[in-house]
């Protein structure tokens, strides 16, 4: 299973998807794209702790954790 977590002012919301069911693969890049549009920006992780990240440009129906977030305002 893998999980796509956002976190914007309503706190953490997550999407689960199984890669082998193409229905919430297609729900969770769904999300994706809709959130990329708005400027999130996505990261992927892996384990609990989320190490290791990398920026992801595009939805990655492998990636066992993706975060999403708002993009940052200030300097």
Excluded: H
Aim: proline share 4%; charged share 35%; net charge negative.
């Amino acid at each position: 299973m893998s999980e796509l977590s956002v976190l914007d002012a309503t706190g953490d919301t997550k999407l689960i998807w199984d890669r082998r069911n193409q229905v919430e693969v297609d729900a969770a890049r769904e999300m994706f794209d809709k959130l990329k549009k708005k400027a999130y920006l996505a990261y992927t992780v892996i384990g609990e702790r989320g190490d290791k990240g990398t920026v992801l440009n595009r939805f990655d129906p492998d990636a066992e954790r993706i975060i999403m977030a708002p993009p940052s305002i200030g300097g």
